[in-house]
């Protein structure tokens, strides 16, 4: 069998979709691009459908850097990384906050429900992490701390995306949130807040 006619592997489509994301970083692709890519890039079936995403982009630069952990509990959470994560709340609500591990690709369905979001103690497994939105009559909160970049790719129908004292950070080395998806009937909304205060003993 010819290499491109090969069927596509989650691993396969990862893998472009960094080298998308790290054109829209670059300029190359602008946000409008950039989604219409990522659209034709999860319908791939095959090696070659996904080349042509990417075909006229230059090969990838270096990996992305290595995330440095801010203690060894922090670097043994992020060693049990499974790549992905999905977080569902159908007519019901989910949340994650404190200490979790941010996967590189996160999946939040949210349908007559709600998600919350904290990502102030969390420790991602990259500089740059997706979340995947799939919002439908509900809502999504997110939660950041200051210096943390939120970069908005997602579709609203009959919703919105609403960043708060995110649109501040210019520093290039900053952590990245990249939200892409679709939001329905529904809303996200995304605020930088202060780290909690630890109650004193």
Not at 23 to 28: M, S
Not at 74 to 91: T, Y
Not at 129 to 140: D, H, I
Request: hydrophobic share 35%; proline share 6%.
């Amino acid at each position: 069998m010819e290499p491109e006619k090969m069927r596509a592997s989650d691993a396969d489509r990862e893998r472009v979709a960094e080298r998308l994301r790290e054109a829209l970083a670059e300029g190359r692709l602008d946000p409008a691009e950039h989604t219409d890519r990522l659209d034709a890039l999860y319908r791939a079936k095959t090696v070659g459908e996904l080349a042509e995403t990417v075909r006229d982009l230059p090969p990838p630069s270096e990996g992305p850097e290595a995330p440095v952990f801010s203690s060894p509990e922090a670097e043994r959470l992020a060693s049990a990384s499974q790549g992905r994560e999905n977080i569902v709340a159908v007519f019901g609500g989910a949340e994650r906050k404190g200490r979790w591990l941010v996967e590189p690709r996160t999946n939040v369905s949210a349908m007559f429900g709600g998600v919350g979001l904290d990502f102030r103690e969390a420790v991602l497994t990259r500089r740059e992490v997706t979340v995947q939105c799939a919002v439908l009559c509900g809502g999504l909160d997110i939660t950041v701390p200051h210096g943390v970049r939120v970069v908005n790719s997602t579709t609203s129908i009959f919703g919105g995306t609403s960043l708060h004292g995110t649109d501040a950070v210019t520093d290039p080395n900053a952590p990245v949130i990249r939200l892409t998806g679709t939001c329905m009937f529904g809303g996200i909304d995304v605020k930088a807040k202060k780290p909690k205060r630890k109650k004193k003993s």
